[in-house]
């Protein structure tokens, strides 16, 4: 994972968390958490660029801020005597939100971005080369047996 994509994970956790505990307690921190998941979603889009694999985490971002403008909506209505949330309700939320958070950090880890080196030179034609070696195989066609074997890569680009 790069860098805003880490940062973007470690404030969805934290929103999530605040969340989760603002069903039952009031809290300003909410709001700041998931004002700054948003502004660090859109620094990883403006710096990094958009990824498919980061939607989960797109979602559980604008998902924390949706929440944190309907608490405090909630909480301007409602008279002091009046009770909490649902626990169940909440607990369900926290569930599902924290499995979001999951797919949110395991999709950018398992998927990751492959950076080939700019093309130099006058054309847009790059070039990389690769010396692999496969040590589970022994090489039974070359000249030396029992050699792990070998293999030369040259992608273009």
């Known amino acids: 994972m790069r860098t805003f994509e880490i940062l973007l994970a470690v404030a969805n956790g934290l929103t999530l968390a605040l969340a989760a505990y603002s069903f039952f307690r009031r809290t300003r921190w909410l709001g700041y958490f998931a004002g700054a998941a948003v ?3 859109i620094a990883q889009v403006a710096v990094e660029g958009p990824r498919w694999q980061l939607s989960p985490a797109y979602a559980l971002t604008c998902l924390g801020f949706m929440i944190w403008g309907l608490l405090t909506l909630r909480r301007k ?13 909440a607990t369900s939320a926290f569930v599902l939100g924290v499995i979001a958070l999951i797919f949110s950090i395991a999709l950018p880890v398992a998927l990751p971005v492959f950076v080939f ?10 070039t990389v080369t690769y010396h692999w070696t496969d040590t589970a195989r022994p090489e039974v066609f070359g000249p030396v047996h029992r050699k792990s074997r070998e293999m030369m890569v040259q992608i273009w680009y």
């Not at 209505?77 to 309700?89: L, T």
């Open 117 to 126: 080196p700019s093309p130099a030179g006058s054309y847009a034609i790059g």
């Open 77 to 89: 209505k409602r008279a002091p005597e009046q009770a909490s949330a649902n626990p169940f309700i």
């Open 39 to 41: 502004l660090l979603g």
